[in-house]
């Protein structure tokens, strides 16, 4: 597996996992080639620190004696960095190895094609005479490989193998993105999430390039205002009454409430801390059965974007 280093700045410097080792190819994506950006447009300038600032900052955060509000999550980033790692790490930096790997990958960049802004990954599970070859009602004999999903009879799929995912992608920042599998579906992870797992309530690496306020900037895709929204209904005990959202509920009324009202907030609605409960990482597999969904997509722009805060009472608002 090819394994990546991704130095993010923020404050003097935040190190990525060493999960990705001593390899600092991709920090140019936040760094720039010349490591002469600030990451995030808040960081230090990388070139600008001495190699000893570099590894201060770096075996800081491992030990905790270092950083300000972003100490808790790069503590967890750096955790398995060894001393040998943070020198190469800092060796490399300083020694000029983003400008030697990035001038041929400029040049190369050029003269290639533009990527596609949105990849369908159902696009294969649609093919129409994919779904004709798989449909079992027009077969006048069905066999039982072709029942499973193994495609295996059952007196033998002891021996097949399962298909084994292949989760390496692209680093975050260099990787096309996937077109959502209906309007307002939760857009999938296109990019590597190695390092950047377990998600908690205290270090979520996430915020780091998808936050509103950072996100054009880092080529991300902004968290949405729903995120920023406590939808929850207001619901307490008055007595021996259960009143929601300003209303004593009964036996006639348990679900008169269509939706809890919006209370937006400043900050990210707890609720959603855990991105990859609807997020997931993609693997590098085929779609293993062929299906029929279209999604109807109002617009174009819907295949990229999700406008959930403004349409979460269509189709339920009765007034």
């Known amino acids: 597996m090819i394994k990546i280093l991704k130095v993010l700045a923020i404050g003097s410097l935040l190190a990525s996992s060493a999960l990705y080792s001593a390899n600092i190819t991709a920090c140019v994506g936040c760094h720039g080639a010349k490591f002469d950006k600030k990451a995030m447009n808040v960081s230090k300038v990388v070139k600008d620190m001495s190699k000893e600032d570099i590894i201060k900052a770096l075996k800081g955060y491992k030990d905790g004696s270092y950083g300000g509000a972003m100490k808790g999550l790069m503590k967890g980033q750096v955790a398995n960095l060894s001393d040998a790692d943070i020198q190469e790490i800092a060796n490399k930096i300083k020694g000029g190895e983003g400008d030697a790997k990035s001038a041929p990958a400029k040049k190369e960049a050029s003269s290639a094609p533009a990527p596609k802004k949105l990849e369908n990954i159902n696009a294969t599970a649609s093919d129409k005479a994919r779904i004709e070859k798989e449909d079992l009602g027009n077969k006048k004999v069905v066999t039982e490989e072709a029942l499973g999903l193994r495609k295996t009879d059952l007196y033998s799929e002891g021996n097949t193998d399962l298909i084994k995912p292949d989760y390496s992608r692209p680093a975050p920042g260099s990787a096309t993105k996937f077109e959502r599998a209906y309007v307002n579906a939760p857009p999938m992870i296109p990019h590597s999430v190695e390092g950047l797992l377990p998600i908690t309530q205290n270090n979520n690496q996430c915020l780091g390039c998808h936050m509103p306020d950072v996100a054009k900037s880092m080529g991300a895709t ?98």
């Open 222 to 319: 902004p968290i949405p205002p729903s995120h920023f929204t406590n939808y929850r209904p207001e619901t307490k005990l008055e007595g021996d009454k259960v009143v929601k959202e300003g209303k004593v509920l009964g036996k006639d009324n348990t679900s008169d409430v269509v939706i809890a009202k919006a209370k937006k907030m400043n900050k990210l609605y707890q609720g959603r801390f855990n991105c990859t409960q609807c997020h997931a990482p993609q693997a590098k597999v085929d779609p293993i059965v062929g299906n029929t969904f279209q999604p109807d997509f109002k617009d174009d722009k819907l295949k990229g974007h999700s406008s959930l805060a403004d349409a979460m009472n269509e189709g339920v608002d009765i007034k």
